[in-house]
Nanobody
Framework: QVQLVESGGGLVQAGGSLRLSCAAS????????MGWFRQAPGKEREFVAA????????YYADSVKGRFTISRDIAKNTVSLQMNSLKPEDTAVYYC?????????????????WGQGTQVTVSS
């Protein structure tokens, strides 16, 4: 089992920045990749970004490319999401996720472990 704990959410004005962090514990040696998803009220959970643990290849949703950056610290078993130029439409609960195998990094059903989520609110 892998436990994930997110931090760093909050309220920010449009154009501002936030940094989310996710700390992983437990059987982290089995981690193939980690990602961030988000879910706004009344909408389905959507992919935001992912990073492969080995090699560090990154993947982004088109809606956040150029504004968000995902990174990992292998020694600390953490993954971060730097969010810049935030927009009101970025408002959502953001979830950290981990997966044990490769595949479609954009598909939430392929992730094995999930954090509890952290709220990000962007005011206009």
């Amino acid at each position: 089992q892998v436990q994930l704990v997110e931090s760093g959410g909050g309220l920010v004005q449009a154009g501002g920045s936030l940094r989310l962090s996710c700390a992983a514990s437990g059987r982290t040696f089995s981690t193939h990749a980690m990602g961030w998803f988000r879910q706004a009220p009344g909408k389905e959970r959507e992919f935001v970004a992912a990073i492969r643990w080995s090699g560090g290849s990154t993947y982004y949703a088109d809606s956040v490319k150029g504004r968000f950056t995902i990174s990992r610290d292998i020694a600390k078993n953490t993954v971060s999401l730097q969010m810049n130029s935030l927009k009101p439409e970025d408002t959502a609960v953001y979830y950290c996720a981990a997966r044990s195998y490769g595949g479609n990094y954009y598909r939430s059903s392929e992730y094995d472990y999930w954090g509890q989520g952290t709220q990000v609110t962007v005011s206009s």
